[in-house]
């Protein structure tokens, strides 16, 4: 099994950037399709963005805002957003999964990120 523990979040402006993270520790990294996910108060968890053997997936309400990208020799899982709504507050969790698995089966504790307007 890998841990998970996102770093990098915070309160951003409306309109500016924002850099995540994600370090995995206690399994090979390259045994596991990755991917952000987020929830905002009083609404479901859904993907941002996936990465693995199908290649990477972006969500419609963040595509063109949106970039992840995977370091797998420093087991590091990274998300960088740009053009920030107030939409986008929620807290965001790093997620893992075997390839073969099926279902998103090791989380991170979760960040928060709010933007300001």
């Known amino acids: 099994q890998v841990r998970l523990a996102e770093s990098g979040g915070g309160s951003v402006q409306a309109g500016g950037s924002l850099n995540l993270s994600c370090t995995g520790s206690g399994d090979n990294f390259e045994r596991y399709s990755m991917g952000w996910f987020r929830q905002a108060p009083g609404k479901e968890r859904v993907f941002v963005v996936t990465t693995g053997w199908s290649g990477t997936a972006i969500a419609e309400s963040v595509k063109g805002r949106a970039t992840v990208s995977r370091d797998n020799d420093q087991a590091t899982l990274s998300l960088q957003m740009s053009s920030l709504k107030f939409e986008d507050t929620a807290v965001y969790f790093c997620?893992?999964?075997?390839?073969?698995?099926?279902?998103?089966?090791?989380w991170g504790q979760g960040i928060q990120v709010t933007v300001c307007t």
């Open positions: 997620a893992a999964k075997l390839k073969i698995s099926s279902s998103w089966e090791y």
